[in-house]
């Protein structure tokens, strides 16, 4: 992984007990998975000389296109401003439609077999610098993350209360505030650090991070094309798991959920595309969907009823898993 020196940061000595030692490690293991998510993907965690930094973000500036000054470009617009209708598959959305190309990552439990050809969407970063960062803990609380204060936070990044960014910022935190459906647990994570102490709240053990990963043939690479899967899919043995997805809002911010009373197998699922060497993509089956509601956009596109049949799905290049250290 390229080192970076962060213009700004946070800086851990690397003299320390045996506790603050293991989020260093974590820290580490986050950095490297998130510059394998993509080639030439940024550091988000770099060498600060005597210690090991977390990028920090300037105050944000609108962008005339609309979207957010530190989110990357994809197919179709700025990536903050997409991100929504790929999110809201993961959080029991009812308004999606099976027209939208997002949908295409839902798949039947038996379509795991070598030589399956799926059309999959799979979203890509065109530049990587200008996605979002993630921010220390002290500057991300020190920033309000509540729709009671989106006027205050809309101000502080000076985005206009009509536009986009707007709106893709008050959908965060309502969906962040949402109650999560029975048998689940959910929260917002807008720092490594929360993210960290959240999982092993839950997990009450160690944990390590696992992530989707693609070798791009080129730069054009299309979002939404057909894979097939090429080897054997591989069960990740986790007793439980959390996903954890990206949100659009001017730095990062992962909504992150765990099926408490049904079963989830995880899976790593090699895929090969036209345009893509080879996809190392992560998987989620969910045995037990009879809690859903049945306007899920998953059923349409499988066209099941819920607790008829898993609903499996694929993670982006950008969402982190993180199961029980073995």
Request: hydrophobic letters at 35%; one cysteine or more; glycine letters at 6%.
């Amino acid at each position: 992984m390229k080192k970076t020196r962060a213009l700004t940061s946070l800086q851990i000595g690397l003299t320390m007990a045996s506790p603050l030692a293991r989020w260093i490690f974590l820290f580490l293991q986050i950095s490297l998975l998130l510059g394998l998510l993509e080639a030439g993907a940024r550091s988000v965690i770099g060498d600060g000389g005597d210690g090991v930094g977390i990028q920090m973000i300037p105050r944000r500036q609108p962008r005339d296109d609309g979207g957010f000054s530190t989110h990357a470009e994809k197919e179709g617009g700025p990536i903050g401003m997409d991100d929504p209708k790929t999110m809201k598959h993961h959080m029991h959305d009812h308004d999606s439609n099976t027209d939208d190309p997002s949908v295409h990552i839902f798949f039947n439990l038996e379509d795991l077999m070598v030589g399956k050809r799926m059309l999959l969407y799979f979203p890509h970063k065109t530049d990587p610098s200008r996605t979002p960062r993630l921010l220390p803990r002290e500057e991300a609380e020190s920033i309000p993350f509540t729709s009671t204060k989106l006027s205050s936070i809309l101000s502080f990044f000076s985005f206009p209360d009509d536009s986009r960014q707007a709106r893709a910022m008050a959908n965060t935190l309502h969906q962040c505030e949402l109650e999560p459906i029975k048998g689940e647990l959910k929260f917002c994570a807008t720092s490594m650090e929360e993210m960290l102490d959240r999982t092993h709240q839950i997990f009450a053990t160690e944990s390590r991070a696992l992530a989707t990963t693609y070798i791009p043939m080129k730069k054009t690479t299309k979002a939404l094309q057909n894979y097939t899967v090429l080897e054997t899919p591989k069960q990740i043995e986790a007793r439980r798991m959390i996903g954890c997805h990206t949100m659009p809002y001017p730095y990062a911010v992962y909504y992150c959920h765990i099926q408490l009373q049904s079963e989830t197998r995880l899976f790593q699922v090699a895929l090969g595309g036209a345009e893509v060497d080879r996809i190392d993509a992560l998987a989620a089956c969910h045995m037990d969907t009879s809690r859903w509601d049945r306007d899920h956009v998953s059923f349409k596109v499988l066209h099941i009823e819920p607790g008829s049949a898993p609903v499996c799905h694929f993670f982006p290049v950008d969402n982190l898993v993180w199961v029980p250290r073995q």
